[in-house]
């Protein structure tokens, strides 16, 4: 019987990941381009870059949506955290199913039901769509995100290290704070950049909750996209790609320091 | 132990889950700088019992009173009583040192102090220069002692040690129990240990409680326990034994004769005093069975023939089948001129009165 | 409960009552309400100001009128269930390409595995828009793949694939891919490899053991993977509004269009009752399998 990687997993594992992956990559190659056409390679230019530089209304709207995401996240970190630990550590409650159920169904709901619902609360009850609008429709998005993430470090979550904590003369608070928190705060962080990530690339329910003025950089790069395939777009889903990216390796950076260094 | 007034005092303790009831109006008294055991299988409230006195768990009804003080309602945090966790619990992201340190900490200690004593007790558990490291790199045993350290270093009244040598293997238990011991003798804090296993509680302990069901069923010496059990379910648990059902027929200075289901007419040591009639249950452990010819006429015994012969560290073990239909378990030391017997032999099974048991519980 | 235990509950869940249960209510609210040429433009909007005769004068105007049109007009009936026809198929393929793709990176070698699952999760970090922006551009007539296949000489005529339900089963797939896998490696991953070794062992062929002890143990993989893809795929917007043709019929795209072009508030709530009706079987099986696996 044979196990392991044979030439077959091999060709599955190449012809899925180039699948996930090609397409990106020639995005990001195609916002290189010289050329205005997208099939003909015009040789390597950064002009697209700087034309991004001179569309003040696009990076008007990178900053509305950095902005949201950063709030957003924010308040879904902490929304999310204290939802897995109410439903991680409180046992059963009366309504613990309702509030489960309200948790884990915006993560397959389809966002323009999301996004409708949200507008039709905003008119109904009179308040000015806007910033705080979008901030509050990601930030319900994301705490979701957020508690499925922590939840699950919580269940896994060792008792007996909080036990010996208090039984050595912690104070329950000081027992969140020196043991707790510090293990639950990779899994935090983890949820706060899905969540970030998330407001960042949303358009759907944006689109729904946004007002004058606050046009988010998706809705943005939505109208473009519209218009057809250009080479400006390219430059700046490159640049969203590349933001990601490096805020995600960084992460993962800081998270590999504060592990221990190999073992000695 | 002395008249003394006892360091710990557990007055009819009772506390249920829901429906299951974890201990039953369970007192118990344990001295100062005294080792004990509490000894049971899973599920008989051994583990419920050491939350209790932690602080973890609050008890359905019942006092706890630590040198005269109740302390039932006390939180953890400000009982002067530690513990050392089944599974350790080491801080992951703190280091060897930290985790030691962070009940002094707790404490608001100087610095200076915490680092003395915790050097102290990384000298105490011989892993000094250790300190830096983390949990995830040290060893079973290391681990163990770096939890028994973090527990010892506050300098408690009282350390509950939670089943302390589960994990470790079968080598290092050995050697580790000897390790507690010489801890528990140089500190001069009382141990609670919990455990499942017989071996460790006997090995280790002045004392213990031998747990069933939520209740105590024996408290005494190791010796005491083993050789005069109180009930079928103490001499089961404690050792290895045989046990023969049967009804008491007549009385005998200091026992009963017992005429067993299966035809045997024994005589047994008995401390309580049952009617006539009464069921019983005789314990006998196999090292007080003794193998003979089959044409030697004993009283107390049986005829029978070998089904099974193992040898294993220096005593030979042999499974009897008795005519009346009994299979029973004889061990002997192997000593030069012992006759031996392989499967088939017929023998004759015999046992002196004072060593048998008659149990009425 | 303790008051500490209470506020930490208390906090989001107010939090998801006003901003994710509440407003559902309102949306099945105002799909009985009438439409209006106002802002809002939906009657009556009820108030405080309006007392008892008021309130049962508006309730006495509420209409069934938007579910009329739903289930009257064709185009929302097509738009249905071509939105359910899409999302099965493009669901199964996603099965298909997912299993091979997650069964392959359980094979791969330990130290392999964990950048393999964060390749498989990273795209998700990436914005959905850019991606479909992506395949806008490998797509189009004049778009890279029929480029790369007429000068290949594979093809003498371009392929019209964009603004087709091809490029949208694409669009699907491609987006809700690690969806599908990471669920679908988790399952596989748990298996131990030794019963398959046992299956040979006890006389079965590889294929065999594949479907007899591999499939059916992956199960909750499986199935929590189709979930996963195909509820958010039934009302997706983006997709066959940037990929599909304007024949491409999907229930998000008509909610879509009812609200922002053609401004008909009470028939768009309608359309999103009707859909979250349609979607309340898988939704409660998404909600238990779930709750099964956060309590394992």
């Not at chain 2, 404690?238 to 035809?263: A, C, L």
């Not at chain 3, 099965?95 to 094979?107: N, V």
Request: hydrophobic share 50%.
């Amino acid at each position: 019987m044979k196990r392991g990687l044979q030439p077959f997993h091999l060709a599955v594992l190449a012809l899925g990941f180039g699948f996930l992956y090609v397409p990106i990559a020639l995005l990001v190659l195609y916002s290189f381009n010289a050329s205005r056409l997208v099939t003909v390679w015009g040789g390597f230019s950064t002009h697209w870059y700087e034309a991004l530089l001179g569309n003040e209304a696009l990076l008007a709207s990178a900053f509305v949506s950095l902005r949201v995401a950063l709030v957003s996240s924010v308040l879904a970190t902490i929304l999310g955290t204290m939802a897995a630990f109410a439903l991680v550590r409180f046992g059963r409650f009366s309504g613990r199913t309702l509030f489960a159920g309200a948790l884990y169904a915006p993560l397959v709901m389809p966002e323009v039901i999301i996004g409708l619902s949200l507008l039709l609360l905003f008119v109904g009850l009179g308040i000015d769509r806007g910033f705080w609008t979008i901030v509050a429709g990601h930030t319900t998005l994301g705490l979701c995100f957020v508690t499925v993430v922590v939840q699950a470090r919580l269940a896994t979550f060792d008792r007996s290290l909080e036990e010996a904590a208090m039984d050595l003369g912690a104070t329950p608070l000081a027992t969140f704070r020196a043991v707790t928190l510090p293990l639950i705060a990779p899994a935090m962080l983890a949820g706060c950049l899905l969540a970030f990530t998330l407001s960042l690339d949303d358009f759907v329910i944006a689109s729904f909750t946004s007002g004058p003025g606050s046009t988010t950089l998706p809705m943005r790069i939505y109208a473009q996209v519209r218009l057809g395939v250009t080479p400006e777009v390219n430059a700046i889903s490159t640049l969203l790609i590349g933001f990601v990216g490096f805020i995600l390796l960084g992460a993962a950076a800081i998270n590999r320091l504060r592990k221990p260094q190999g073992s000695g | 132990m002395d008249a003394q007034k006892p360091l710990l005092r557990i007055e009819r303790v009772s506390k249920s889950y829901g429906e299951v009831t974890a201990l039953r109006e369970l007192s118990l008294d344990i001295a100062a700088n005294e080792f004990f055991a509490l000894l049971g299988p899973s599920g008989c409230g051994k583990t419920t019992l050491m939350r209790l006195i932690a602080g973890l768990e609050k008890p359905d009804a019942g006092r706890i009173l630590l040198d005269s003080v109740d302390i039932t309602h006390l939180p953890p945090h400000l009982r002067p009583v530690n513990m050392m966790f089944q599974s350790y619990a080491l801080f992951p992201h703190m280091s060897v040192a930290k985790n030691i340190g962070f009940g002094l900490v707790q404490e608001n200690l100087p610095r200076k102090e915490i680092a003395t004593r915790v050097a102290d007790m990384l000298g105490l558990v011989q892993m000094e220069g250790l300190g830096e490291r983390r949990p995830d790199q040290l060893s079973g045993g290391q681990r163990q002692r770096v939890a028994l350290a973090r527990a010892l270093v506050k300098r408690p009244k009282l350390l509950l040690l939670d089943e302390p040598l589960a994990a470790l293997d079968r080598k290092l238990r050995h050697e580790t129990q000897f390790q507690l011991m010489a801890a528990q003798r140089d500190t001069g804090t009382s141990f609670v240990v919990v455990t499942h296993d017989q071996d460790e509680a006997m090995v280790m302990a002045h004392r213990m409680a031998v747990m069933h069901a939520g209740v105590i069923e024996q408290i005494g010496t190791p010796r005491q326990v083993y050789e005069e059990p109180v009930s079928r379910h103490v001499a089961g648990f404690v050792g290895e034994t045989n046990f023969f059902d049967g009804r008491v027929t007549h009385f005998m200075p200091g026992g009963v004769e017992v005429q067993t289901h299966s035809g045997l007419a024994l005589e047994a040591g008995c401390r309580e005093h049952p009617a006539l009639g009464t069921r019983v249950v005789v314990s006998i452990r196999p090292e007080n069975l003794r193998l003979g010819p089959p044409s030697q006429l004993v009283t107390n015994g049986a005829p029978g023939e070998i089904t099974d012969h193992v040898f294993r560290e220096g005593m030979s073990s042999w499974r009897v089948r008795l005519d009346g239909g009994d299979i029973v378990h004889v061990r002997q030391p192997i000593a030069a001129g012992t006759a031996t017997y392989d499967r088939g032999a017929r023998v004759f099974v015999a046992f002196a009165p004072e060593c048998a048991r008659a149990l009425v519980r | 409960m303790r008051p500490l235990r209470r506020l930490v509950l208390a906090i989001p869940a107010l939090w998801l009552f006003a901003f994710f249960l509440a407003p559902f209510a309102l949306v099945a609210k105002i799909s009985v309400s009438r439409p209006l040429v106002a802002q809002p433009p939906y009657e009556p909007v009820f108030s405080l100001a309006d007392g008892w005769q008021g309130l049962w004068d508006k309730l006495s105007r509420l209409t069934l009128d938007a579910y009329a049109l739903v289930f009257s007009d064709d185009l929302y009936l097509d738009a249905y269930l071509s939105s359910l026809r899409l999302a099965a198929i493009a669901t199964l393929l996603t099965l298909l390409i997912g299993f091979p793709l997650a069964h392959a990176m359980t094979r791969a070698p330990r130290q392999w595995r964990t950048a393999l699952v964060l390749l498989a999760i990273a795209p998700f970090w990436t914005s959905f828009l850019i991606r479909i922006y992506a395949w806008i551009m490998i797509l189009k007539d004049e778009g890279l793949l029929n480029h790369a296949l007429l000068s290949l000489g594979l093809i003498h005529a371009p392929l019209s694939i964009f603004a087709t339900e091809a490029a949208v089963l694409i669009g699907i797939v491609y987006s809700y891919l690690p969806f599908m896998v990471l669920p679908l490696y988790t399952a596989l991953e748990k298996q131990d490899p030794a019963l398959l070794e046992a299956a040979a062992d006890l006389g079965a062929t590889p294929l065999r053991a594949f479907w007899r002890i591999t499939c059916p143990l992956a199960w909750p993989g499986i199935f929590a993977g189709l979930l996963l893809v195909f509820i958010p795929a039934v009302g997706e917007f983006v997709i066959p509004d940037l990929l599909g043709g304007s024949d491409t019929l999907m229930i998000g795209r008509s909610l879509w269009n009812e609200f922002f072009e053609n401004r008909d508030w009470p028939a768009a709530s309608a359309v999103a009752i009707v859909l979250l009706a349609i979607l309340i079987v898988p939704l409660v099986l998404h909600e238990r399998q779930q709750v099964k696996e956060r309590a394992a």
